[in-house]
């Protein structure tokens, strides 16, 4: 990082103590000169010209994602997006009975969950889940490590199994394992770990069936449970959703980091001709897009191009790196940067801490947005506890309006993805998408909840299909769905037939 010259201003400017002010929870208005804020103006008009969406760009990144759906189910390694088959063809009907565990691993925690099902009537008749943290030292040792801690935490909770939830005579317990990082499925209960990804360096797994790793794992711990269902988070919650609602089609997880899941007809997958599945009763399946791979035709700044090639995989993950909750905070915190150094917008220089990757967070830019006081206190004080910036009220302003320029390209960019998901849908399916009721389960933290994401997401959406199309199509938040969908799916695929 280099080092923060002083702001080029010219003219003098009545510096405020900038280490003076105590981090409390008031920040008062400092009368740091506003040439500077004024000097930022060009810069945010430049960068609201370069992320704009009008309704052209819109249709331009819904019809490049359709394409790069097409190629990718065309053929594995082209310039197509991965488009990962789940090998889940059997959905959740809600007819689903019994008792059903899940499992889901996807960062530094993990859950696990039972839950009774009761069949169309009585539906979920009772769940309960627990959460476990992973010892640092487990994410840098063994396969077998990491599989038995996580074995001996399941073991225990099925310990605490009460008389509420009865597993049907003969049956062994079955889990539901929702594994997100990045696998080579082979059916739907077993699939090779290709690397981990998040922070994880567990030795001896890569190229192994994570679902043995598991299985194994629980039969030393004498625990009499086996896998039916290996998912990503996407795929599970899409199944969640599903399982309330016949009409969900496309699951979309917006939080750290994006993906998103859509159900395809097996027959227009021509990289499915090959290993065809053996019975030839599969004729949907659930596809994995990967669609944070996706780059084309996304209007991109010089911001979006430093912060990749700063990142840990540049040039990889730009559609992911655009619009998830991982990125917002620090694209902002580079257009801000900008801003400190040439146009002084807090003071004769930046702010030490501004200079640091990461510091400012998507949800402090989603807290800044929700400031609607006259002299925009919070963003003041979290401009100040945050970043030791020092603001002025028309520097608070031009910050709200840099944090709305980015996470309204953002939204809007999701949203073209959806409508991009659904055209290819509509176009090269049987399925019927937008002449009857669709359904788009959303989910994820960034999703759940930044309102004005929400809010640019929908209206482009609205924009794209026109308003009586889109009167079809409904973008709902669901809640917990992938915790329930993996274990849903480990009912589905069951090995006692229902
Ligand atoms: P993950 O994607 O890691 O599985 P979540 O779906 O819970 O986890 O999403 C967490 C992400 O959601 C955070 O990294 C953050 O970017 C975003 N987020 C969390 N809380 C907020 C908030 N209050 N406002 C905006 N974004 C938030
Ligand atoms: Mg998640």
Known sequence: MSAVGAGTVAGSLSVVCRRGCPPGRRSPVVAVRSGGVAAAAPILTQ??????????????????????????????????????????????????????????????????????????????????????????ELMFGTTEELFDFIASELARFVEKEGDRFQLRQEMK????????????????????????????????????????????????????????????DTVATLAGARYWDDDVMVAVILGTGTNACYIEHTDVIPKLQGPKPSSGRMVLQIINTEWGAFSNSLPLTEFDRDMDSASINPGEQIFEKTISGMYLGEIVRRILLKMANTTALFGVSAPEKLCTPFTLS???????????????????????????????????????????TIVERAGRLAGAGVVGILQKMEQDSKSLIFGKRTVVAMDGGLYGHYPQYRKYLQDAVTELLGPETSKNVVIDHTKDGSGIGAALLAAANSKYAN
């Open 47 to 136: 960068l609201r010209g370069k992320c704009a969406t009008p309704l052209p760009v819109l249709r331009r990144v819904a019809d490049a994602m359709a394409a790069d759906i097409r190629a990718g189910l065309a053929a594995d390694g082209g310039d197509g997006l991965p488009m990962i088959l789940s090998y889940v063809d059997t959905l959740p009907t809600g007819g689903e009975k019994g008792l059903f565990y899940a499992l889901d691993l996807g960062g530094t925690n993990f859950r696990v969950l039972r839950v009774q099902l009761g069949g169309k009537d009585g539906r979920v008749i009772d769940t309960e889940f627990q959460q476990v943290s992973i010892p640092q």
């Open 173 to 232: 317990r079955e889990i539901g394992f929702t594994f997100s990082f990045p696998v080579k499925q082979t059916s739907v209960d077993s699939g090779i770990l290709i690397k981990w990804t998040k922070g994880f360096a567990v030795s001896g797994t890569a190229g192994r069936d994570v679902v043995a790793c598991l299985n194994e794992a629980m039969e030393r711990q004498g625990l009499n449970m086996h896998v039916t269902a290996l998912v990503n």
């Open 362 to 404: 998507t949800p402090n830019i989603c807290a800044m947005q929700q400031d609607e006081s006259d002299d925009l206190l919070t963003v003041g004080t979290i401009l100040n506890d945050v970043v030791g910036a020092q603001s002025s009220l028309s520097a608070r302003k031009t910050v709200v309006e840099v944090c709305d």
